[in-house]
């Protein structure tokens, strides 16, 4: 197998070790050298983000590596993401993501968007306390595939099934995947509420919307 070029290797470390100053003048080196932009992402960076989510269910990264790795990838895909676009790379998929009406937490859902977006989703973030008919009209709105519902408390979990029964009574369920998670939610609560999916991580969330997505 060849080897990439050394400053290529170098992205896959920055973003793996969250330097996100070396991630950006690294991915402004490759634009400028008319590199191939799309083997930078699912070459370089989207296995580090692999890395690091493996890390981090392994205990060996904690909360605050997952956010300088999300950040670092997040600088280089602000770069590159206009230029993909013209390149008409395909994105993995498009999802709504947001924390559930009622609830104000949003580092976990932070986390799972910035994560989406490192594994190569175009993400829409609606922040927290988001409605049901808010995560339908963006959703439509958007065009999305996947619709991705946080809950940190127990008192807001059943929002997440209020947004699954908004869905169905539009008569537009079938278009979208829903997935859930959130410190209190489990995969016997997803099963009870019809989502499509639960993951209880991160990291976990990206693999199981690609899952959803078949890619
Ligand atoms: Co709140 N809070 N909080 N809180 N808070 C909890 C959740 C609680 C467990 C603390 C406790 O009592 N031990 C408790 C809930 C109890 C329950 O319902 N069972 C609680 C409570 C009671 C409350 C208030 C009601 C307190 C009050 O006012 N009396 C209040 C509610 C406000 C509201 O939302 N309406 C409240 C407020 C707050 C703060 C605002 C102070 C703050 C949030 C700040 C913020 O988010 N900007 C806060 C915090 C920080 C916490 C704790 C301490 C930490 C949450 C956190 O960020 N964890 C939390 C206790 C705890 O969890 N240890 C607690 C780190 C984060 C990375 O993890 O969000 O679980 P987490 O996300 C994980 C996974 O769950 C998963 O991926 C992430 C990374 O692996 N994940 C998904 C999350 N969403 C996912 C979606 C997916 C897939 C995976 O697919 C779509």
């Known amino acids: 197998m060849t080897e990439p070029p050394v400053e290529l290797k170098k992205l896959y470390e920055a973003v793996l070790t969250g330097d996100a100053a070396t991630a950006v003048e690294i991915t402004e080196g490759a634009i400028a050298a008319d590199i191939d932009l799309q083997e930078l992402v699912t070459g370089q960076m989207i296995p580090a983000m692999d890395e690091v989510g493996r ?3 392994e205990g060996e990264y904690f909360v605050p590596e997952l956010l300088i790795a999300a950040r670092a990838m997040k600088g280089s895909l602000e770069l590159l993401r206009p230029l993909l676009a013209e390149l008409g790379m395909e994105m993995a998929g498009r999802i709504v993501v947001g924390t559930v009406k ?17 594994g190569g989703f175009e ?29 940190l408390l127990t008192t807001t979990m059943p929002a997440m099934k209020g947004v699954i029964d ?13 997935i859930v998670g959130g410190a209190p939610v489990t995969q016997r609560y997803s099963d009870e509420i019809g989502a499509d999916g639960y993951s209880p991580s991160a990291s976990g969330a990206v693999n199981l919307a690609r899952d959803l997505v078949a890619v």
């Open 55 to 57: 890390r981090f269910e």
């Open 102 to 118: 009622g609830d104000l937490h949003d580092i976990g859902k932070g986390l799972v968007a910035s994560m989406l977006e490192g």
């Open 123 to 151: 993400v829409v973030d609606l922040g927290v306390d988001v409605s049901s008919e808010k995560f339908l009209a963006e959703a439509e709105e958007s065009n999305a595939q996947i619709i991705a519902l946080s809950a």
């Open 166 to 178: 908004a869905l169905q009574e539009a008569g537009v369920r079938d278009k979208y995947k829903v």
